[in-house]
C-alpha cells in the first residue's frame, strides 16, 4: 500500500485491512514522503496491532508508481492484493478473492464490484463490474485497482509498474498492466463486492483531459489486440 499525505483516510483503510476474515497475510506500507501525521497514525495502528504482520518503508517521495514497484519487491507471498490508502475493503475482501484464486485454474488477475464513498464515507452509488474482462477492456478499464489480487509470478513476466516512466504514461499504467495479464492467463471479476472505492474530486481520473485519456487507451488496446 503506497500512502502519501493520507491522515484523513489512513486510518479507515488500516482498520478495514485488520477486520479480513482471511488474516493469513502480510500487510506492506510504503510511506512516500507524507508531510502530514500520517506516519504517525500508521504508527500507532502498528503499535496496537502487535499480531499483524506489518512492514513499513518510510522514506522520501518517489511517487506512486516507484511505490507501487518497491512493495511488490519487498513482499514474500505469491498472491498481491492492492489497496490505496483512500479505499476500504468489506471484511470478506481478501477471503473472496483466495475463493477466486482456488476455483480458477490458471488465473493471475481477480478484481471485485464496489460501492462508492464519499470522503467522509457516505455511499454515494456503485460499480458492477464486467465479467468478460477481455472484451470490456476494449470500452474501459473493467477492474478497479483497490480491488485486484495478481500473481506475483505473472507479474513479473509483465513489465510492470514502471514501464517507460512519464506524466502520461503513469494515467495508462494500470490498464496497460491489465493487458499483459490477459497475454499470460485468466482474469475475472468476482462479481461481488468487496470494496468501497472512494470518490474524490482530486482522482487521477478527473484532473486529466477525457479525450486523450480515451486515445491513449484505445492505442494501447489496439496494440494488444
Not at 160 to 185: H, P, Q
Request: charge should be negative.
Amino acid at each position: 500500500m503506497p500512502v502519501y499525505n493520507a491522515e484523513e483516510t489512513i486510518e479507515e483503510t488500516l482498520q478495514s485491512i485488520k477486520n479480513q476474515d482471511y488474516t493469513d497475510y502480510e500487510l506492506v506500507i510504503i510511506n512516500d514522503g507524507s508531510n502530514d501525521n500520517t506516519l504517525e497514525l500508521i504508527k500507532k495502528f502498528i503499535i496496537n496491532h502487535e499480531s499483524i504482520d506489518v512492514k513499513l518503508i518510510s522514506r522520501s517521495n518517489k511517487g506512486f508508481m516507484f511505490s507501487l514497484e518497491e512493495g511488490i519487491q519487498l513482499s514474500k507471498n505469491r498472491l498481491i492484493a492492492r489497496i490505496d490508502s483512500d479505499d476500504v475493503w468489506e471484511s470478506n475482501h481478501l477471503s473472496t478473492m483466495m475463493k477466486c484464486f482456488r476455483s480458477n485454474h490458471g488465473l493471475v488477475l481477480a478484481g471485485s464490484n464496489a460501492k462508492l464513498i464519499d470522503i467522509s464515507g457516505k455511499v454515494i452509488g456503485s460499480l458492477k463490474m464486467p465479467q468478460n474482462i477481455e472484451k470490456a477492456m476494449l470500452f474501459d478499464n473493467p477492474l478497479i485497482h483497490s480491488s485486484v489480487v495478481f500473481d506475483k509470478n505473472a507479474y513479473y513476466k509483465t513489465n510492470g509498474y514502471l514501464r517507460e516512466r512519464s506524466d502520461d504514461n503513469d494515467i495508462f499504467a494500470d490498464y496497460r498492466l491489465w493487458l499483459e495479464f490477459l497475454s499470460i492467463g485468466k482474469c475475472v471479476n468476482s462479481g461481488i463486492q468487496t470494496l468501497r472505492y472512494r470518490f474524490l474530486e482530486s482522482s487521477m481520473s478527473r484532473m486529466i483531459s477525457k479525450l486523450p485519456y480515451y486515445r491513449g487507451r484505445l492505442e494501447l488496446a489496439y496494440v494488444a489486440y
